[in-house]
């Protein structure tokens, strides 16, 4: 079982920029596939971002050109950089591991943009 905490939220003005951290422990998470869900008061969970153990990612239609997923196995992290923010971005992110069918979650941090 892997331990995730997430730190880094806050809150940001539209067109701001923040960046989110996953620690992973527990685990070993470079052979995880890793990735960041959203979820926005009265809306279901979704999918901001993955990245594979190679390093292949993948985005939300909504975050493409704005979020940039990484990790850096030697810290067992994985970093969530949010550019051109929009009030639309505003919820609770939460780090996400799967390893074969053993999944993982942290306890979310709270990104807000508004002026």
């Known amino acids: 079982q892997v331990q995730l905490v997430e730190s880094g939220g806050g809150l940001v003005q539209p067109g701001g920029s923040l960046r989110l951290s996953c620690a992973a422990s527990g685990s070993i998470i470079s052979i995880n596939y890793m990735s960041w869900y959203r979820q926005a008061p009265g809306k279901q969970r979704e999918l901001v971002a993955g990245?594979?153990?190679?390093?292949?990612?993948n985005y939300a239609d909504s975050v493409k050109g704005r979020f940039t997923i990484s990790r850096d196995n030697a810290q067992n992290m994985v970093f969530l950089q949010m550019n051109s923010l929009k009030p639309e971005d505003t919820a609770v992110y939460y780090c996400?591991?799967?390893?074969?069918?053993?999944?993982?979650w942290g306890q979310g941090t709270q990104v807000t943009v508004s002026s």
């Open positions: 996400y591991s799967r390893l074969g069918f053993q999944i993982d």
């Open positions: 990245i594979t153990t190679g390093g292949s990612t």
